[in-house]
């Protein structure tokens, strides 16, 4: 699997542990109304997010991912910016 | 009879969680037969505590009352709150129409809060230099959270407000409830408190004061020993206690079974000292409760007191109660259970008023446990050790705050 499909992966688990769902009914194109992913959801998903790829969402970038898809192109570009994070495992 | 012309409130529906266990019958039944609840803290190791003993609520399992995703937003003392909550709309059997839940309110003390929660993240920070701090630490934390949490559980629209003055903090939620109900602002209050304390933070500060009661080598429950001449001070508790408080009119209408009138409400403050017990300010507390109730002191026949087990606050409640109730001070059946359910913070005043209701209805005056010998500076009688069958009339509930912040409730049989 290449690593950009791996982040994908790693966040839909996150996302479908989260709201208790399975994971195969998340897609990239997925929006957190479907998901039902409040404001407080949405920053309690960029804590787990910032653990688990050694990053730091700005509140700007977070603020404006409203799809499971731009969540995992948000973290592409953090993790592309930090050689130290762990994006790739 | 004068008091029937103004609003009068009904008391209906009790939730509690204390040392002595989860559910009003368990704090009865601690209560009543002197069963102390104080032990070696378990919820972390106090090994490196001067005071190694609490009132921790014993064999309670956040699981076994709310979900994963619930409890992330929720801190103990939240939880507690939820679950006596819980118990008190049961028992009240309060199951309200869309419509009338406008009028329905929540009044919650707390005295500090999601203390727990704060401590633990500040020891991250601060301990072990993990600056990431969780996003649902603010909802946790706030003060305001029970209070939210409750209107939320229970779907009620009207005032939602937190008390946070310290050990009388559910006495004022509880009466200003009563004053929003007698005001016209609402028909049903929940009404109470909680608090979750057992932090290795807050015990260390408490400890700074010097008024936490060592545990005795030979029996750590019996260290609280209330208006005992060798009372050594007060022991750190938790717990939540909830009340359904209704309009008399609401109440009747929907047929309630009332438990009994929740009378009086004197509020005061000694404006003198941050944390040494005034005299006068509290016996005006009583003085207020009992006018508001139209009871003559002599109608009173059992007091809770506020009897912290601390040298000062037993031996000036005492001076206190002899200054509210001249010579029928020595009358009165006084009793503080704190000996047993440990000062429980914002949620003690609301445990101690559902001890009171309960001693009311079964006509038994719970005792102070762990008493040895009469102190020259109480000498009044404080039922020692042994619960005593007694008809109650009228009684009262004293709570005097840190900061000198008294309130007084009055309850009347029906």
Redesign the interface.
Known sequence: MNAANDVERQVIEIVAAKK?MDPASITSATTFEELGIDS?DA??L??VV??KFKILVPDEAAQSMRTVGQVVAGIRQLVAANPGSAGVN | MRHEAARRVAITGLGAVSALGVGVEALWTGVANARSGVRRIASFDPADLLTQIAAEVPDYDPAQHFDEAALDLLDRFAQLALVATREALQHARLALAEADRDRAGVAIGSAMGGALTQDERYERLYGQRISRIHPFSIPRIMNNSAAAQVSMHAGLRGPALSFATACAASAHAVGEAAEMIRAGRADVMIAGGADAPIAPGVVRCWEAMRVMAPAPCDDPSRACRPFSRDRLGMVLGEGAGILVLESWEHATRRGAAILAELAGYGATADAEHITQPGVHAPARAIALALEQAHLDPSDVDYVNAHGTGTRLNDSTETTVLKTAFGAHAAKLAISSTKAVHGHAMGASAALELIATILAMQRGIAPPTAHYTAPDPACDLDYVPNVARPLPIRAAISNSFAFGGLNAVLAIRHI
Request: aromatic share 12%.
């Open positions: 208790k407080l920053a309690d960029m804590f910032e653990e």
